[in-house]
């Protein structure tokens, strides 16, 4: 084997940091934790990102936990989906067996039982946590469009969809004020406004329309929309401890692109919001992006080239991400060269696939004196191949690692914990309450109404003359939108929106502040 006495001397060294770490557990040496030989991440390196890798019930999960956990006790926020729900027993103290406390003695770890200040958040409120939505603007078209799977040509149409709502001042909050302008554009009054746009067509934004309408009768419509859900309120601290902030995803399967999408745009989001701060003695926010193969699946270039330069902007803000998923390979690579730390746990080698998978694993690490192809099918639960980034930003030595146990509970909080943490939250009274304030859907059927009133008006005084009717100048008339904006309440509200419509990563709107 692999693992001589050097090995513990080399991890010693190479992961011998000064300042605070995230302790991760203790180097194994032929199956025998070496106390000695601690592995870790430093606190300053954790916004240069990460993965955490390996096939089903390898321990991944728990790793996301006892990371969480000692970033909280550090005073930093965290940011978890719970796809499974097992996360949620974070917010409960551990309980402690025979079998845990003999891990943890063999691999040095002083073990108490600890709960951290969590927050469960739900999308659209499906479900036990405080209700998370966004708005149509701020989710932009980019996301939108990978929800929708729509393709290249749809999702540019898309963009300009919102870059004609966006000038036209019609507000997109929720999902019937979307639809009520592509519904304009494809009418009679919008005719003339469609062609101006260029290059969409009425065929596409009629395909557009029809897939909103499907995607609403879904049940959609309750994730988008007021009050909308800020991204700020995912920094918090109590007591000294950062808050972990967890979104509830139970039902994940019955909508993995909404649920990975809705994460990307917290993210970027996030980023929009929060001052540049270089480089940090340890992060404001750490985001965990579990389950992460399903934000890169199908995703179009465009998709995939806004996460990428995500990932690689928001580190100056003091926001390090985590990818977690099987294999290093469901993360693009110019996603994957920009995550800084690693933990590697065990991959099978069943099939000839897995054992594509594994090889191409391999490749993605660092030279050490592992045959890590032989290392990563051995490793047990809990056990990991760790590589991180050091204080000077360079690689670590190559460590077979057993992690520490997580200190709060391992199993889900109960359906009563859950309850009564939301219930105490002071989110709650802030994103409960759905607001529907006027905007695109409300402004245009204002002017459809008041058009065929004024229409039917114009019939009837005409109705008694004989006399020809006046030749209506087409191009003359203003377009609905353009009498919504000239009259005098849309430059009202205009002027207390007080601010143009800037579109940043995904062509998500930054509305705040
Ligand atoms: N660090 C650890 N300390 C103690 N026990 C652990 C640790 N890691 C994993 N285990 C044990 O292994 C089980 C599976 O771990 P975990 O749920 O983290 O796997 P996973 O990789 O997230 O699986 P899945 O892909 O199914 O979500 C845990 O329930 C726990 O019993
Ligand atoms: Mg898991």
Known sequence: MAETPDVVQTVQQGYAFEGPAIELGALL?????????AVRI???????HGLVAGATGTGKTKTLQLMAEQLSAAGVAVFAADIKGDLSGVSQPGESS??????????????????????????????????????????GPVLLSKVLGLNDVQESSLGLIFHYADKQGLTLLDLKDLRAVITHLTSDEGKGDLKELGGLSAATAGVILRSLIGFADQGAEAFFGEPEFDTA????????????????LPNLQDRPALFSTFLMWLLADLFHDLPEVGDVDKPKLVFFFDEAHLLFNDAS???LDSIAQTVRLIRSKGVGVFFVTQTPKDVPDDVLAQLGS????????????DAKALKATVSTFPNSSYDLGEVLTQLGIGEAVVTVMNEKGAPTPVAWTRLRAPQSLMAPASAE??????????????YTEVVDRESAYEKLAAKVQAGAEQAEAEAQAEQPQAEAPKPRAQKQEKSVVQQVIGSSAFKQFARSAGREIVRGLFGAARRKR
């Open 342 to 353: 690693r933990v590697q746990h065990q991959l099978r080698a069943h099939t000839p696939n």
């Open 29 to 37: 040496v032929d199956g025998t934790p070496n106390t000695e030989a």
């Open 233 to 248: 309120d995912l920094l918090q601290q109590r007591d000294g401890k950062g808050v972990i902030s967890l979104l509830e």
């Open 42 to 48: 430093p606190l300053s390196m954790v916004n240069r």
């Open 98 to 139: 025979e079998k845990l406390l003999a891990r943890t003695r063999t691999i040095g770890q002083e073990w108490t039982a600890t709960g951290f200040p969590t927050e469960f958040y739900a999308l659209g409120g499906q479900g036990a946590g405080v209700p998370i939505r966004a708005t149509i603007t701020s989710f």
């Open 417 to 430: 914990q859950l309850t009564a943490t939301v219930a105490a939250s002071p989110n709650n009274a802030k």
């Open 301 to 303: 270039k465009a998709f």
